[in-house]
C-alpha cells in the first residue's frame, strides 16, 4: 500500500508529479491525499483535489486511483486513513512482502542474498559443507545487522559442532 500525500492548498507540483509516475505510477493499492483541505480558501476542497487528480490523470495512467482530502486539524480524517489501512491490511489477495525503510538495511539484505546466492552455487558444484557453511555465516551476520542482534562465535561453533559438517 501506498500513500501519496500532497499539500492540497498548494497543488502537485511538477516535481511531485515526476516522482509520482517515476516511483507509484505502475503500483496497485494506491492512495493519493491532499493534505492541509483546511487551508483551500479559493474553492471547495474536494473540487480543488479533482483537479488535482487531474493532472496525476494526465501522465497517461489508465487506472483510478483511491483518493481525498484531509486535514490534521479533523479526528475523522485520521480515523478514514486508519480504516484505509486497516481494510488493505485484512485483504487475502494481498502479498505480504518486507518493507525496508533503510538504505543500510538493504543493503546488508542485498548483502545476504548474494552470500545465499553464493552457497546455493558452492552447493550445486559440490564443494565440502564446511565451505558452504562459512557463507551461511556471512548471510546471517548480515540478517543479524539488519534485526540489530548479534551472536557471538561460541552458538555458531556449537551448532556447527553438533552437525557434525564436514565428515
Not at 97 to 124: D, P
Not at 146 to 151: C, E, P, T
Request: glycine share 6%.
Amino acid at each position: 500500500m501506498v500513500v501519496f500525500v500532497f499539500d492540497l492548498s498548494v497543488g502537485i507540483s511538477i516535481e511531485d508529479l515526476v516522482e509520482f509516475e517515476k516511483k507509484i505510477g505502475g503500483l496497485q493499492n494506491v492512495i493519493v491525499l491532499g493534505s492541509k483541505a483546511d487551508l483551500v480558501t479559493d474553492k471547495n476542497p474536494m473540487e480543488k483535489m479533482r483537479e488535482e487528480m487531474q493532472k496525476i490523470h494526465s501522465l497517461g495512467l489508465s487506472r483510478t486511483f483511491k483518493f481525498d482530502v484531509v486535514s490534521v486539524l479533523r479526528e475523522s480524517d485520521k480515523a478514514l486513513i486508519l480504516e484505509w489501512i486497516c481494510s488493505y491490511s485484512r485483504n487475502p489477495t494481498i502479498d505480504y512482502g518486507a518493507v525496508i525503510s533503510q538504505v543500510r538495511h538493504f543493503e546488508e539484505l542485498n548483502k545476504a542474498m548474494g552470500f545465499m546466492l553464493a552457497c546455493r552455487e558452492e552447493f550445486s558444484r559440490g564443494i565440502g559443507a564446511e565451505f558452504i557453511a562459512l557463507s551461511l555465516k556471512e548471510a546471517l551476520l548480515c540478517v543479524q545487522r539488519v534485526l540489530g542482534k548479534s551472536y557471538d562465535d561460541d552458538v555458531l561453533d556449537r551448532v556447527f559442532k553438533e552437525f557434525c559438517l564436514g565428515k
